[in-house]
């Protein structure tokens, strides 16, 4: 294996490890709560003996921990971190590393039956939160100098923080499997009490050197400490960076992603369950279009790893193993023209600069740009023509409010507005289909919807329509329905008067 990952730094990503052909493995965190399920469905299931082996399964945190540990994904909630970083007050960071020990001893006793794997469990849990603590104020009484400054710290301690989700996940499942007479290994990526950085490659070919897939199952942290620093670099798509290079570097025959529901053609619960399509097949710029519209298959970064190496991905819903799920390829271009999903973003801020005199003039957009950057404000598309530049983008109100009040300064003649629209994306990967936008906006009139804005690209992988925040829902009922439910039955006519013929 040690060969393997070595030549792959070379510039070779496509050499396997000598014996049989290994699967590497990304459970999230909402699978990860439902242990039991992971081990029937994903993990043991039937299998016996060599069948249990060549997998490698890297872990996410269990639901809501990461929450608890940083700040809430969603609401913002404060967490450990958040709370430590913008407050003088040791006692509130102090009190929610407490409360979050507490959640992940409970849910030790939610996910393991045998006394003796809870408190291995909660002696587990107890060393990692206890040392963090132990550090969090030896690195708040070394700032309290003037030498040192925290601000220069907080992106090492987020690192620390979110390496104890992924280890106590991966640490409980090695338990629950080693009870279970599988031969399973816990992989620590997080850097734990060691003194010296590494590149992640580097890392992940030290813990893996040792290991023989066809007699050992590896249980792999989501999370890696590495000199690149994957949180700082990815977000909270660090876990599937992780699992893209264990899966190039150890050169596995697939990479699979388990996740608590199917790749369909829109989301169920705004379509119905009768209506949506699966997906069994598409190809990676596909993922990256779902990627941009928040609807991640994989984080592109991740999927750059896997397309380069050339590594099939699959898509699986946890809950239901027997469906073989979607598989993504580079090189797996559509049998003929056809819409393949249909999803959206609310709460996208339409940001709008005019300038006058902008025409024939550069540099706005690089300022614009860097401001964007600056505070952190995602650009999901853009547009611009003569004097208007409009980004639409996903990020605190807060944020943007920050960019319209940095341009204003520093372009007082320009007229800055930003308001909240949906952006409706119609996704395939050919949408060469004549008169396609023609049947868009006939769709979009015949449910009483009126676009603000509608964006085609000459490459055909997306064509994306603004509406009315509150139309979001509507519109993507209605050309689901026009571009994929009747596109199908289409195709279903002509099938039977061909048969017919």
């Known amino acids: 294996m040690t060969e393997a990952i070595l030549q792959q730094r070379s510039g070779n990503q496509n050499h396997a490890p000598q014996g049989a052909p290994h699967s590497v493995h990304k459970i999230g965190g909402t699978s990860m709560s439902a242990v039991d399920t992971v081990l029937d469905n994903i993990v043991v299931g039937?299998?016996?003996?060599?069948?249990?082996?060549?997998?490698?399964?890297?872990?996410?945190?269990?639901?809501?921990?990461?929450?608890?540990?940083?700040?809430?994904?969603?609401?913002?909630?404060?967490?450990?971190?958040?709370?430590?970083?913008?407050?003088?007050?040791?006692?509130?960071?102090?009190?929610?590393?407490?409360?979050?020990?507490?959640?992940?001893?409970?849910?030790?006793?939610?996910?393991?039956?045998?006394?003796?794997?809870?408190?291995?469990?909660?002696?587990?849990?107890?060393?990692?939160?206890?040392?963090?603590?132990?550090?969090?104020?030896?690195?708040?009484?070394?700032?309290?100098?003037?030498?040192?400054?925290?601000?220069?710290?907080?992106?090492?301690?987020?690192?620390?923080l979110s390496g104890i989700g992924e280890a106590h996940s991966a640490h409980n499942l090695t338990l629950a499997l080693k009870r279970r007479g599988v031969n399973a290994v816990f992989v620590d990526l997080t850097g734990w009490r060691e003194t010296g950085a590494k590149k992640l490659d580097e890392r992940i070919a030290e813990a893996f050197e040792p290991l023989d897939f066809a007699r050992q199952l590896p249980i792999v942290t989501g999370y890696a400490q590495c000199e690149e620093g994957l949180v700082g670099l990815y977000g909270r798509g660090y876990s599937e960076?992780?699992?893209?290079?264990?899966?190039?570097?150890?050169?596995?025959?697939?990479?699979?992603?388990?996740?608590?529901?199917?790749?369909?053609?829109?989301?169920?619960?705004?379509?119905?369950?009768?209506?949506?399509?699966?997906?069994?097949?598409?190809?990676?710029?596909?993922?990256?279009?779902?990627?941009?519209?928040?609807?991640?298959?994989?984080?592109?970064?991740?999927?750059?790893?896997?397309?380069?190496?050339?590594?099939?991905?699959?898509?699986?819903?946890?809950?239901?193993?027997?469906?073989?799920?979607?598989?993504?390829?580079?090189?797996?271009?559509?049998?003929?023209?056809?819409?393949?999903?249909?999803?959206?973003?609310?709460?996208?801020?339409?940001?709008?600069?005019?300038?006058?005199?902008?025409?024939?003039?550069?540099?706005?957009?690089?300022?614009?740009?860097?401001?964007?950057?600056r505070h952190k404000a995602r650009i999901v598309t853009k547009t611009s023509n003569a004097n208007t530049i409009t980004h639409f983008l996903k990020g605190s109100a807060k944020a943007v409010k920050r960019v319209e009040q940095d341009l204003n300064e520093r372009f007082p003649s320009a007229s800055i507005s930003s308001r909240n629209v949906a952006l409706i994306s119609i996704i395939g990967r050919d949408l060469r289909l004549p008169g396609l936008g023609a049947r868009v906006l006939t769709a979009l009139a015949e449910a009483g919807i009126e676009p603000l804005g509608f964006n085609d690209l000459l490459r055909k992988v997306d064509m994306q329509v603004i509406v009315e925040e509150g139309d979001h829902d509507a519109c993507i009922r209605a050309l689901h329905k026009a571009l994929i439910e009747e596109a199908g039955e289409d195709s279903q006519k002509v099938s039977s008067l061909s048969a017919a013929a």
């Open 241 to 373: 960076i992780t699992f893209s290079r264990i899966a190039v570097n150890s050169g596995a025959a697939e990479a699979i992603i388990h996740k608590e529901f199917h790749l369909s053609s829109a989301d169920p619960k705004l379509v119905g369950a009768e209506a949506v399509k699966p997906i069994a097949e598409t190809n990676y710029d596909v993922a990256d279009q779902l990627s941009n519209m928040g609807m991640e298959a994989i984080h592109p970064s991740a999927a750059k790893g896997l397309r380069q190496a050339r590594i099939p991905l699959r898509i699986m819903n946890t809950f239901e193993p027997e469906d073989p799920g979607a598989v993504i390829r580079g090189d797996l271009e559509a049998t003929a023209p056809a819409v393949e999903m249909i999803t959206g973003l609310k709460s996208v801020y339409a940001f709008e600069f005019f300038e006058q005199d902008m025409v024939g003039v550069k540099g706005y957009d690089a300022a614009i740009l860097e401001t964007l950057k």
């Open 46 to 160: 039937g299998r016996e003996e060599a069948e249990l082996y060549n997998r490698v399964f890297v872990v996410s945190a269990y639901s809501g921990m990461t929450d608890l540990l940083l700040e809430h994904k969603k609401t913002g909630e404060p967490g450990v971190y958040a709370l430590y970083s913008g407050s003088e007050n040791e006692w509130a960071w102090g009190d929610a590393l407490t409360r979050m020990a507490a959640a992940m001893r409970d849910k030790n006793r939610a996910v393991l039956e045998d006394p003796a794997d809870i408190a291995l469990a909660d002696r587990f849990v107890e060393e990692r939160v206890e040392g963090v603590r132990s550090c969090l104020m030896d690195l708040r009484r070394l700032c309290s100098f003037g030498h040192f400054k925290l601000p220069e710290h907080l992106l090492t301690v987020r690192e620390m």
